[in-house]
């Protein structure tokens, strides 16, 4: 027994070391800042939608269809994105996705037409579901090569940065015109992604001791190849019942309050800066839950906590208990979309994380549509209670599966 606890010891302080060098540190950090900007600049959008929908002269169906293009650009080019993580490495993918991105965030506000606003946000979605796609298989490989479950800091930082987007946005708002506020963005984007890319360019995740093939080592074990597809569609559907949310949260919510509730932009965007607080706040503490509880409990716990928020958030007729409804589904939400990246990532690699992104971005593809419609039929707090009843089915779903593959 004395040996085997040495052994342990000496393992643990191998992991510690490995964990902790240099490299991988850096690593860490200059990816953690590529999620951040994603969300910073996404959230910049977000809170400039009412704006622009004043600008292009939409209705709310016609805002649902041009919101399509950030969805459809996105699931369009996610498979692609996995392909070419394949072949030039995800840190490379990424680099070059985040100048895109940068560059067309400053599109929307120049726009005259729902139909020309359409059409620029499809590059958007382009830029964006390439980023995030291959954020996250180069994030699969670093949790690989650090051996340690830190899959949720990552989205952590992709919640802060929308936290400090939005808040940026709900003070630039007065002052600055949408078009003037974005391409202050785009600037800031660029200069961003050229200080930490050169990192992730001059230290390759792919090339780290321990950032394994993920696929090949899911081929290698006791799950079948058609079990392995199954077990990634599901985590894509709980992704989709995530993504449909947080889409809603993010293009619906700021509209609600200004709309239905007749706050200001400023009231607007705390709405959406309370729901990137909460999920930040929900994913930095993620590893220690999924560590503490386990996949099916913070799965569960997170989509009933995500349903009864969004019912509190779309039928309360005051501004405080909206946004207090707001933040209860960002927190619930919070670590399930990471989780299910995280695991589809280990089963499949980067083509995991392509597929299960493109389930999940199904959810945004189908969410502004749907949402428009149904706000055009009746109305937009009802239409956001279809985000609790997906929240309520991706706990279902979590629940159903909790004895296959990692889920318990």
């Excluded at 004043?54 to 709310?60: D, K, P, T």
């Excluded at 070419?84 to 895109?100: E, H, K, P, Q």
């Excluded at 980023?131 to 949720?152: D, G, Q």
């Amino acid at each position: 027994m004395p040996t085997v606890n040495k052994i342990g010891t000496t393992l643990g302080r191998s992991r510690q070391a490995h964990a902790t060098s240099p490299v991988l540190r850096r690593l860490r950090i200059a990816l953690t800042v590529f999620f951040a900007v994603d969300g910073f600049l996404f959230a910049g959008w977000v809170v400039r939608i009412p704006a622009i929908k004043a600008q292009v002269g939409a209705s709310a169906g016609q805002l649902g269809l041009a919101l399509l293009g950030v969805s459809a650009g996105a699931v369009a080019t996610m498979m692609l994105t996995g392909r070419l993580c394949r072949r030039f490495g995800s840190d490379r993918v990424t680099v070059a996705m985040g100048v895109v991105m940068s560059l067309s965030i400053a599109l929307p506000p120049r726009t005259h037409s729902a139909l020309a606003l359409g059409l620029v946000l499809l590059v958007f979605g382009v830029s964006y579901g390439g980023l995030n796609v291959a954020m996250n298989s180069a994030a699969v490989e670093l949790v690989a090569a650090l051996r340690r479950p830190v899959m949720s800091s990552f989205h952590a930082a992709y919640s802060c940065g929308s936290l400090v987007g939005a808040g940026l946005g709900g003070l630039l708002a007065p002052h600055l015109s949408p078009a003037n506020h974005l391409l202050l963005l785009t600037v800031l984007g660029l200069i961003t992604v050229a200080f930490v890319g050169r990192v992730l360019l001059a230290h390759p995740i792919e090339g780290q001791p321990e950032a394994v093939d993920t696929a090949g080592a899911a081929a290698s074990g006791t799950t079948s190849p058609r079990r392995t597809t199954l077990l990634v569609a599901v985590f894509g559907l709980i992704a989709t019942c995530s993504s449909y949310g947080e889409g809603a949260l993010a293009e619906w919510g700021p509209l609600h309050i200004q709309q239905d509730l007749h706050g200001g932009p400023g009231i607007a965007a705390a709405g959406y800066a309370a729901v990137a607080a909460a999920m930040t706040l929900g994913r930095l503490s993620g590893t220690a839950l999924l560590e503490r509880l386990g996949q099916t409990r913070v799965l569960v716990f997170g989509g009933l906590t995500a349903a009864g928020g969004m019912l509190l958030g779309a039928l309360a007729p005051v501004i405080p208990l909206v946004i207090v409804g707001f933040a209860l589904t960002g927190l619930g939400l919070a670590n399930s979309f990471p989780t299910a990246m995280a695991r589809a990532g280990a089963l499949t690699g980067p083509s995991g994380v392509a597929a299960a992104s493109t389930f999940g971005y199904g959810g945004m593809l189908l969410g502004p549509p749907s949402i428009g419609f149904l706000t055009d039929a009746a109305g937009l707090p009802i239409a956001l209670t279809t985000v609790a009843a997906l929240a309520a089915v991706a706990a279902g779903i979590a629940y159903a599966v909790r004895n296959s593959g990692r889920t318990a």
